[in-house]
């Protein structure tokens, strides 16, 4: 039966998709009903709590197909890509650097590209993950415990997730400072040539998706 699914901190559309027995999450974003949260989105992986999501009946498909050939039906992925750049303190991508990523109990192994880059393939329902790497020698753990929680950057708690993953702001998420979040807008405006004003309007906001990759 059709219904309207409230988002909560932390979900995201693959993982509602997933919940509501969908393995295709466009089949939910691109419905007729969805268009306007679609449009002030934008990604079905970064959505706010309270937005509303319609969720259609499934619907029964039916492929015809002839009787004397192979045919191959490939069923959509049951994973999220996970996308991590890593720096140093220098803002230097951290090239060639060996790393292992704990997803809840299983390790990969994994090797940074030219710009710092790692991608790993895991379940729609992870949240939690643990990053172990090197950098000149001495290891570094860099807990991510919150995957699929990261907020639309046209929200408040949104820039400051992204300042801070970018190393500008070292202040609290939940309880912002908002001395010290201002002065990480306006370091990072500077950085940016754009208008230092130490708000994070549109153009500010415009950029540091950019940056941040999402």
Same mark, same amino acid.
């Given at each position: 039966m059709a219904t309207t699914h409230i988002v909560?901190? &932390?979900?995201h559309l693959s993982r509602i998709a997933q919940q509501y027995g969908? /393995?295709?999450y466009r089949i939910i974003w691109d419905h007729p009903k969805n268009a306007e949260l679609k449009q002030k989105r934008q990604n079905p992986n !970064?959505?706010?709590?309270?937005?509303?999501i319609y969720i259609p009946d499934k619907q029964e498909k039916q492929e015809s197909r002839s009787t004397t050939q192979v045919h191959t039906f490939q069923k959509p992925s049951q994973? !999220?890509?996970l996308r991590l750049v890593l720096k140093n303190l220098d803002d230097q991508p951290l090239a060639n650097t060996e790393c292992k990523l704990d997803v809840e109990g299983k390790a990969f192994q994994l090797t940074t590209d030219g710009s710092g880059k790692i991608e790993q393939e895991v379940p729609k329902t992870a949240e939690k993950a643990k990053l172990t790497f090197k950098d000149n020698r !001495?290891?570094? +753990?860099?807990?991510?415990v919150k995957i699929g929680h990261? +907020?639309?950057v046209e929200e /408040?708690? &949104?820039q400051r997730a992204r300042l801070a993953n970018l190393g500008y702001y070292l202040g609290s998420l939940d309880k912002p400072d908002e001395a010290q979040l201002r002065s990480a807008i306006e370091e990072f405006q500077c950085d940016y040539n754009l208008k230092v004003d130490g708000i994070c309007g549109p153009q500010t906001q415009a950029k540091l998706k950019e940056v941040h990759g999402c």
């Open positions: 909560k901190q &932390g979900e969908f /393995a295709d !970064v959505l706010f709590p309270g937005d509303r994973t !999220v890509l !001495v290891p570094l +753990d860099i807990e991510i990261l +907020d639309p /408040a708690s &949104g």
